[in-house]
């Protein structure tokens, strides 16, 4: 495989000069929801069917052969992960939703046994934003034009964030794995000295930016 469509044995080496970022694009699941979880399955119970639900397991069987496939490493391995605020108690987030059989975190535990660090990736702020604007969405049953538009500015911000927060963090030489939902588009925010590398293939939502 080339580079950017990535491979199932990619061997990691220290590089002093630059950084190096793994994108995972992820599929949310109702595992990964926290309180909002009953309202997605209430939704979409009639909706739910095998083939669905198979095709979300085998895309997460292979982002875990090739999240994996990274370890072990000689560098410092930093792990960025959608939703997951920046606060005091990252690991239990994890933990609680790992217990809660959430595949994304899983991963990332497993991740974590072998070395790899956590870190606080997103704005407590903006997620509260977010979530009080989806429950709301969710019990009017639906989505108005302003509803929209709001939930789109606080996804870019979030980008801006996750994106900044990776800058400032991932130092030289380090490496990044970073867990994103497909919507999210952060490349055109990172630093120019971050090396990007797609494992499972580049979302369609960052397509036409340029890095």
Known sequence: M???????????????QNRRLF???IVHTVQDMGSLASHVKEKHKSKDNHTHIAS???????????????????????IYQDALPICDHELQIVSDLVKQGSRNHAIVQHLMDNGAQV?????????????HLAKRVMEQGGQSIADGKAAAEILRKRDQFVAERINNTLATGEVGIVFLGMMHCIEAELS??????????????SQGTAK
């Open 2 to 16: 080339s580079e950017e469509n990535g491979s199932a044995s990619l061997e990691i080496r220290p590089q002093a």
């Open 192 to 205: 120019s000295d971050i090396e990007i590398i797609y494992p499972i293939g580049r979302p369609e939502a």
């Open 23 to 25: 994108y995972f694009p």
């Open 119 to 131: 870190m606080g990736t997103e704005s407590p702020d903006l997620l509260l934003e977010e979530y």
């Open 56 to 78: 979300i397991a085998r895309f997460w069987d292979l982002v875990e052969e090739e999240a994996l496939s990274l370890l072990p490493c000689k560098s410092t391995v930093r």
